[in-house]
């Protein structure tokens, strides 16, 4: 019996989101979030019109205040609606308070409304309305921009990552959605852009206010007011359009071709200065780990220590190390004092990554200077530069042609939004930076490291890069989605997840207090890591899920024509999921709410378990999956 509450094991959390409001406005579909005042998933049948409407108050550190949503109001009928609502943004010294109001008509016009007054004086970034466009609609589509000085441009929306605004000075933009059938928006208030958010691996194009060429950040003083609308209406040959697949159950499909490597996978290590245990070591082997990630700031004394304790948990786990190095202007002497430590050390390392403390994207020279200083002790190493940040500084910092090095980039899905959904949104764009990399530099692409919160570089004793929802079943499924969707890029030197222990790894720990009852626990997303080691993968195939933003699922294949079919439920809501695997059955494990209580306490004891099996249908294996489960099928 699980002691554990099921919002606990879901999301990591004691409370759960309020459901979504399903909205028609005449022919188009879309959901209201009272949590958040989110308009989102706007749908013209299948086709995605935009990906969000909404409003933010971002701090000048470009922190997003929570929203606080009350008081809401709401007329809801068959094509057409109408919402108010307040909502309340405290944090620290910021007190602002917006009414907004939403209206969708059965013509298919929608108006979003926003109306803001500030409480207290503060610094701020931005304040107002925003519009997500999808990626998969508009990239490398023509657009038409109206500009405030009332002339108009005829642009695209970039294929490859744009790395500045690709348009400015926004008053108007339209584009056509299906056959003929134009989106088109109207904005006021203030002057707007666009940008390109693939930058931070967001699934959208962004069209907001104020534009960046104004200074930041901007004083805000105790009743100052903002006044912003932003609307969406149909024109040309509007009428219904039927959905295909929306509305139906998710259906995996599996190509054999083309196939794809399983790129190296590895993990970082904890920050925290406790060595691990027996359990811990024999845990962490049994992942077959490619490498272990330190990261060594060289003008941090503490440095030595951190790598002395990288050496002893790479030769006690059995992977050699990925070493980060962040180097400042003394970086001559910082490398020949490194260089003297590793000479005594004799670590086992298998990529140099390397940074400077000043720099968005690392210089040639600083490369240059750590190769000639560290690659007589393994000649046969590579050096990585780029980025301790997001492929937007790589974008922005491109490497000269023909540059020796590889390129380096972190990946989070929350730089701009913190919920469930835009985190599975966000899993679209991961494989767009790798793409856009590509272009950049030929070389295989370092992606290093992946967490689902933006890590904490201060160096504070107690960071503040915690995500509750690393223990829980959705981190799972969106680690699942994430692999699979860089994976069938082809184009990976090498992944790097978390870290090995602790409240930001695949480990538990003794201080770790959620889990203080059994500290020595593995968090779920343990057995996706475990599942794929333990099957000898020669590659993956490309797999692909109808309703993406719903499940995801990876195919790994041997060579005696086996495959594992990992399959995840990326909602909150029990799902049928067909999984087109052909006419033979398969053998079947579930992790959900029902056994991850034991998978965490004991999960040696679970991967024993017996798989059950189920036989095809019509040449698909059907699929029961509960809330934010995942399903291992071995397949002959």
């Not at 086992?348 to 690392?362: C, D, M, P, Q, Y």
């Not at 969707?485 to 790097?496: C, I, K, P, Q």
């Not at 309703?547 to 990326?570: C, Y």
Request: a neutral charge.
């Amino acid at each position: 019996m699980s002691t554990l509450p099921k919002s606990f094991i879901y999301c990591g959390t004691e409370k759960l989101s309020s459901e979504p409001v399903s909205l028609r406005a005449g022919p188009l579909t879309l959901m209201f979030e009272p949590d958040t005042a989110f308009l989102r998933h706007i749908r013209l049948g299948d086709f995605e019109v935009a990906r969000a409407i909404y409003a933010a108050v971002r701090d000048q550190n470009w922190a997003t205040v929570p929203p606080q949503v009350a008081d809401l109001k709401s007329q809801v009928e068959k094509d057409h609606f109408e919402l108010s609502f307040n909502v309340r943004c405290r944090q620290n010294d910021i007190g602002y308070f917006w009414r907004g109001q939403i209206t969708g008509g059965a013509d298919g016009r929608i108006r979003y409304i926003f109306d803001g007054e500030a409480k207290s004086s503060f610094l701020r970034n931005r304040i107002g309305i925003c519009v997500l466009h999808p990626i998969t609609e508009c990239a490398g589509k023509p657009l038409q921009i109206e500009h405030a000085d009332g002339t108009t441009e005829q642009g695209t929306f970039p294929q490859e990552i744009a790395p500045f605004q690709p348009f400015k000075q926004i008053q108007g933009l339209s584009y056509e959605i299906h056959a003929g059938i134009r989106a088109e928006f109207q904005f006021a208030g203030e002057l707007f852009e666009m940008e390109d958010q693939r930058n931070w691996s967001d699934a959208s194009f962004k069209t907001y206010c104020t534009p960046l060429d104004i200074p930041i950040p901007v004083q805000v003083r105790a009743g100052d007011k903002v006044h912003h609308e932003v609307s969406l209406s149909l024109s040309g040959a509007v009428r219904p359009i039927l959905p295909v697949v929306q509305g139906r159950p998710a259906q995996i499909s599996i190509a054999t071709t083309p196939a794809f490597p399983l790129p190296p996978i590895g993990f970082c290590l904890a920050r925290d200065a406790e060595p691990l245990t027996g359990k811990e070591v024999a845990r962490l082997k049994a992942l077959r780990p490619a490498h272990l990630r330190t990261e060594l700031k060289l003008s941090d004394p503490r440095y030595a220590a951190i790598l002395e304790r990288a050496v002893v948990e790479s030769k006690q786990v059995g992977a050699p190390l990925h070493v980060a190095i962040i180097l400042n202007d003394a970086a001559v002497q910082q490398l020949n004092e490194l260089r003297a430590r590793i000479d005594t050390l004799r670590p086992n390392i298998s990529l140099w990554l390397v940074f400077h403390e000043k720099e968005e994207a690392t210089h040639d020279k600083w490369l240059s200077a750590a190769r000639d200083a560290l690659q007589s002790y393994a000649p046969n190493v590579l050096f990585c530069g780029g980025t301790l940040d997001w492929f937007t500084e790589v974008n922005r910092n491109r490497p000269a042609p023909g540059s020796p090095w590889f390129t380096c980039y972190s990946l989070t899905p929350q730089v701009h939004a913190f919920d469930n959904l835009t985190l599975v949104e966000n899993l679209e764009a991961q494989a767009f930076t790798v793409e856009s990399a590509k272009r950049i530099c030929p070389k295989p692409v370092v992606i290093s490291p992946v967490t689902l919160r933006m890590r904490d570089k201060s160096g504070s004793q107690i960071p503040s890069d915690n995500d509750a929802r690393q223990v829980s079943l959705f981190a799972s499924g969106w680690t699942l989605g994430s692999i699979a969707r860089l994976a069938m890029t082809g184009h990976l030197h090498s992944l790097t997840y978390y870290e090995t222990t602790g409240p930001r790894g695949l480990i538990s720990s003794s201080a770790f207090q959620p889990l203080s009852s059994f500290p020595d626990a593995v968090f779920p997303l343990y057995h996706i890591f475990a599942d794929i080691a333990e099957f000898p993968t020669q590659g993956i195939y490309s797999t692909r899920s109808t309703h993406p933003l719903q499940a995801e699922a990876i195919t790994l294949f041997d060579g005696r024509e086996r495959k594992r079919i990992l399959v995840a439920n990326l909602t909150g809501h029990p799902q049928e999921i067909k999984v087109k695997s052909g006419a033979v059955p398969a053998r079947v494990r579930y992790l959900d709410e029902t056994n991850a209580e034991e998978a965490m306490k004991d999960p040696e004891n679970f991967r024993k378990q017996p798989d059950q099996t189920l036989q095809p249908v019509a040449a698909k294996i059907e699929l029961q999956l509960k809330p934010y489960a995942i399903a291992r099928l071995d397949v002959e």
